[in-house]
């Protein structure tokens, strides 16, 4: 029996690619998806995930990423769990909220995740992703996505969880193009993403470094895909989806029309994702920690020395900190910001493996 015909929700451009933000732990929430859209918002949001077990309920704080939000773009539900009954239960619960679809989490790569057989560690079991993902298929009458990576320590599995995708009739698949095992600090394998993008039957979007607009084109070409999925690089540079917009519209004259943010911008933005994510009855200096990590990723393009991410490190202050963005953004304002990141400048010194859906502290996708 053939599967019925499912539309993904209107928000693109006719005819451009697709664009989503990654779903990223404690950095895709409101308040920061409130963010991307004043700076131009991705076609597709998709929130962190809801963890699904037998005592959860969909946490309030990413609920409302769903029925709070004016962005005017669709915003998918992930879960993130194994256990067949708890999954399917709560997507009854959130069916009740205006999601655009359900999304399932096969791509965690952090290790307090896959150990527990979610996440990414559903890769390394086949047969258990059939019957998952037949079991939500069922239970979704809408859109059902799934994100995912190329496989857990090999791509043994790779071919046969495709065809599972094609079998229940997944609506949208986005995968990173690196094993679980390979975290970040491989390359991406963005021939395995072309290999899907020839092999589903729905559209695929790719992800993983996908720095720039540039970059993104190129990752089109590359592997076929229907979009792209970004994660790190909007908390960086949260004109990415516009800029990609702009430089996928077709023909010469499109590639003078991207805009380019200045140092004056990249000021604003921080003064603006400063009071976004500033939640009541934080203390300042939590807040200021949060913004840091944040900082850590728009640091890369701002010089190619890193002494704003030396600087802005030892801030301990809201005054420091802005501070610390003055001297170094506004001192000369019409600077551009750089479309990529500096080489060798690195978000986070003492963390290089960041985990995507896992915490800001090591965030990426």
């Given at each position: 029996m053939s599967s019925p015909v499912r539309t993904l929700p209107a928000g693109h451009l006719p005819g451009q690619?697709?664009?989503?933000?990654?779903?990223?732990?404690d950095v895709t929430d409101l308040p920061f998806m409130r963010v991307m859209a004043h700076y131009g918002a991705p076609d597709y949001f998709f929130t962190e995930f809801f963890r699904v077990h037998a005592q959860s309920r969909p946490e309030k704080h990413i609920l409302r990423s769903i029925?709070?939000?004016?962005?005017?773009?669709?915003?998918?539900?992930?879960?993130?769990?194994?256990?067949?009954?708890?999954?399917?239960?709560?997507?009854?619960?959130?069916?009740?909220?205006?999601?655009?679809?359900?999304?399932?989490?096969m791509g965690c790569p952090a290790p307090k995740i896959y150990k527990k057989n979610v996440g990414g560690g559903l890769l390394r079991d086949p047969?258990?992703?059939?019957?998952?993902?037949?079991?939500?298929?069922d239970a979704v009458p809408g859109l059902f996505t799934v994100k995912m990576r190329i496989g857990f320590d090999s791509t043994e599995n790779y071919q046969r969880v495709l065809d599972l995708i094609n079998k229940h009739g997944v609506d949208l698949l986005s995968v990173h193009g690196r094993t679980v095992k390979e975290g970040y600090r491989s390359d991406v394998h963005y021939d395995f993403i072309a290999h899907a993008a020839r092999t589903v039957r729905c559209p695929v979007l790719a992800n993983g470094n996908i720095t720039s607009a540039d970059r993104a084109a190129a990752v089109l070409t590359e592997t076929g895909a229907a979009g792209v999925m970004i994660g790190r690089h909007a908390i960086r540079n949260p004109w990415i989806f516009r800029q990609t917009r702009e430089r996928l519209a077709g023909g010469p004259a499109s590639l003078r029309a991207v805009f380019q943010p200045t140092l004056a911008d990249v000021r604003e933005y921080i003064g603006r994702l400063y009071r976004e994510t500033q939640g009541p009855g934080v203390p300042e200096s939590a807040h200021v920690a949060k913004m840091k990590k944040y900082l850590n990723f728009v640091g890369q393009s701002v010089d190619a020395e890193g002494k704003f991410l030396h600087d802005m490190r030892r801030a301990m202050t809201e005054a420091e900190l802005?501070?610390?963005?003055?001297?170094?953004?506004?001192?000369?304002?019409?600077?551009?910001?750089?479309?990529?990141?500096?080489?060798?400048?690195?978000?986070?010194?003492?963390?290089?493996?960041?985990?995507?859906?896992?915490?800001?502290?090591?965030?990426?996708?």
């Open positions: 690619p697709l664009t989503a933000l990654a779903p990223m732990q029925v709070e939000n004016q962005t005017g773009r669709p915003v998918f539900a992930q879960l993130i769990g194994e256990e067949i009954v708890h999954m399917v239960r709560t997507v009854k619960e959130l069916l009740k909220y205006p999601i655009a679809g359900i999304d399932l989490n047969a258990k992703i059939d019957e998952l993902i037949g079991s939500l298929r802005f501070a610390v963005c003055d001297r170094h953004l506004l001192a000369e304002p019409s600077k551009l910001f750089a479309t990529e990141p500096y080489p060798g400048i690195i978000a986070r010194p003492n963390c290089e493996a960041p985990v995507e859906s896992c915490s800001l502290e090591t965030v990426t996708a």
